[in-house]
Every structure is written in C-alpha cells, then in structure tokens.
C-alpha cells in the first residue's frame, strides 16, 4: 500500500475529529445561509490544490456565482453545500477544534488568524476551510520536513534518545533495515542495557535486517557498550551506527550523566560523533511531546525529530505543534509495528492525512 494511503488510513482518528468538527462548525453556523444561497454553485473541487497555496478571496467568491444552467434545472447545483459565514465566532470554534486535536494554543492561534487573513465575511464550506488548514499546516510543516541527513564520514553515529516505551527500540530497527536494504553497512548498539526485553527486540530486528548488534549483560554501563561499538563499527568500516539509549526520566540526573557518559566516550574514538542525535516521540502523549524536547534538549543536543504511533491516535496535531515551536527536523514518522511503517515526513501528505482532505 502506497504510505499516503497507509497514513490516510491510520491517520483516521486525526483526520475524522477535524473532518467532523470542521463539518459541525459550518452547519451549525449556516442553515439560514445555506437556504438563503440555494443556487450558489460548489468551488470547483479541483480548483485548489490540497495542500497548496491558500485558495486567493477571488477563488471563494467565485464559489458564490450562480449555478451553471445545467445544473438548477437539474437542481443540483451544489447549493447543497452549506457555508457559512467567517466571523470572530467561527474563528473561535476554529481554534478550539484545533486545540482539541493537540496543536496547542499557540499553534491554534495562529493557524487560523492566517486561515482568516483576508477572509473575514467571506462565505466558506467545510471542504474549503479543510483545504485553508490543509494549506497552513503544510506550510509550517514543510520548513522542519527533513530526512536524516546521511554523510561521508564514517561511521555515522545516529543516538537514539526517549522516554521508555516512545519506540527508540522499533525505530532503530526499521533504520537499521531500511538503511541495510539500500546498500549500507550498519551496526547497532543496544544501549538500554538496563532493559532485557529491549535488547532481545533489537536482536530480533538485527536479525531479521541481517545487521549486527552489540550487547552487553544486563545492568552493565552503556558508555563502554557504545565505546566496544565504536570499536567493532569503525575495524568494520561500517557506515552507520546507531545507538539505543535508556530513556528513564524518573530520574533525570543518572540519565544525564550516562548519556554525557556515551558522548564523551565514543568522542575518544571520534570527536565529531555523534553526528545525529534523534529523539523519537510518541505521538499517543499529545501536548506532553513538547516537554519531552525541551527536557531531551538539556539532556542532549538533539538534531532531529522521529515521531511514532501516528495510528491509532487522535493526536496528530501535536506534529504541528512541534513544528511551530521548535523548528527541528522531523526525519520520520511511524505508523505501525512493521518494517515499511517508517516513512519520511512529507508535510503535504501528512496536512492531507490529518485534515481528511482526499489526495488523488
Ligand atoms: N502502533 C505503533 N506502535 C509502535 C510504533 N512504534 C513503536 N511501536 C510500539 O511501541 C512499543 C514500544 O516501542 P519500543 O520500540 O520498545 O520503545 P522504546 O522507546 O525502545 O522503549 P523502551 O525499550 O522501554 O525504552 C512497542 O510495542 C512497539 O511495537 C508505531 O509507529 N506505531
């Protein structure tokens, strides 16, 4: 399955609470309006790109012009598509759906002050104002869609960092084997080594992708797994290697120190590495993301964005979110437990998905 659909599909409870709510906005506020435009005619549906440009107030206004010939006498002129009118009000509810999908206050605001820049009293449907949000999520998003950037140098040193369950295990392995199918050598250090479980699942996915992975007993320091892997990665001439980390909060203190720990450490066999520090998310937590960079920021120097879980949650909104506050690369999003569920960000798909817009 092509991922737009796939993310389209899993990206449901996102796309359906914005999809109603925009729906329920527009007719709550429009049945005097739609009655009393019985012949407006439906903007055509190709006319705005989904995820383009905001469609220009000329394209909306055409919107309003009589319905062809053909279609009043055959009554189905899209009259039948209720508008309403944009106001203060129905900005309000804008920005308090918006917020209920997790972009945050701020986000909100200002998502739908550019929706409503020289808009207001204009007369919209709800599929318009899906392609304005489409629109202005994209916009934001396309500034921080970046893929893992990949470079000579070798080997590459790629640091997992996240909170314990946001899938830094899962995603290591889906790098590992989509970087391993196209060509490159890759080892993997399974740093959590206070977690077994974590380091099994890693030892199957390495299996499964053909890729190495280091190990050390259970409790040992992660610092002289990753220096052992430095080691083992650069006497293999690999190109890539990607370490895991513990992402145990509770106590910040330990877990600062044993990620300077790693640094310092694989820093004696290369004083440039790491040269990515990805933080992996868990879209599930919502709002709680945002603290989670602004926590792993002072933990660590955090280069890029993985976000996981995208199915199965009504929070999609928390990507845009990031963006907005941020502005760090998103690499990949996750939306599922296999292997080809790791993609990279495209923020016009991923406005599409979340808005319900279709994109053919
Ligand atoms: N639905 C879904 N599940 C995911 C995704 N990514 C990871 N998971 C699941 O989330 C759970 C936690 O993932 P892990 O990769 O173990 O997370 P972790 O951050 O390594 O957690 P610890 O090992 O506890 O530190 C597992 O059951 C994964 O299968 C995703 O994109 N979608």
Not at 46 to 72: F, S
Not at 113 to 127: P, V
Not at 131 to 140: G, N, P, Q, S
Not at 345 to 359: I, K, N, R, V
């Amino acid at each position: 399955m092509a991922f737009f659909s796939k993310l389209k599909e899993r990206l449901f409870k996102s796309s359906s609470k914005l999809d109603e709510g925009l729906e329920a906005i527009v007719e709550e506020g429009s049945p005097a309006e739609a009655s009393s435009l019985p012949t407006a005619e439906a903007p055509p549906v190709t006319d705005a790109a989904p995820a383009g440009p905001a469609a220009p107030a000329q394209d909306i206004e055409t919107a309003e012009k009589p319905a062809g010939l053909l279609g009043r006498l055959v009554g189905r002129g899209s009259g039948s598509e209720q508008r309403r009118t944009l106001d203060d009000d129905m900005l309000e509810q804008l920005e308090e759906l918006l917020i209920a999908a997790d972009m945050g206050v701020d986000t909100a605001l200002r998502v739908t002050a550019n929706m409503a820049e020289g808009r207001l009293g204009k007369k919209l449907s709800a599929r318009e104002i899906k392609e304005l949000l489409a629109a202005e999520v994209a916009r934001v998003m396309e500034q921080v869609a970046k893929p893992m950037p990949i470079y000579a140098h070798r080997p590459q040193v790629v640091l997992v960092v996240g909170v314990n369950g946001s899938g830094k295990t899962t995603t290591i392995g889906k790098l590992a084997s989509q970087f391993k199918a196209a060509g490159k050598n890759v080892v993997i250090a399974a740093g959590d080594t206070f977690r077994a479980a974590a380091v099994e699942q890693l030892q199957v996915w390495g299996e499964r992708a053909g890729v190495p992975v280091l190990t050390a007993p259970e409790g040992s320091d992660p610092a002289s797994l990753a220096y052992d892997a430095m080691t083992q990665a650069q006497a293999d001439g690999a190109d890539l290697l990607l370490i895991d980390t513990a992402g145990r909060l509770q106590n910040r203190a330990d877990l600062m120190e044993e990620l300077s720990k790693i640094i310092r450490v694989i820093r004696k066999k290369d004083e440039t590495a790491p040269h990515n520090t990805l933080l992996v998310l868990d879209a599930t937590t919502g709002q709680n993301a945002l603290n989670q960079v602004e926590i792993f920021q002072k933990l660590a120097d955090v280069s890029g964005l993985v976000m996981t879980k995208l199915d199965g949650t009504a929070k999609g909104g928390v990507l845009v979110a990031l963006a907005d506050k941020f502005a760090l690369p998103i690499h990949a999003i996750g939306v599922g437990e296999q292997i080809d569920d790791l993609a990279p960000f495209d923020p016009e798909e991923f406005a599409a998905a979340l808005t319900g817009l279709d994109q053919s």
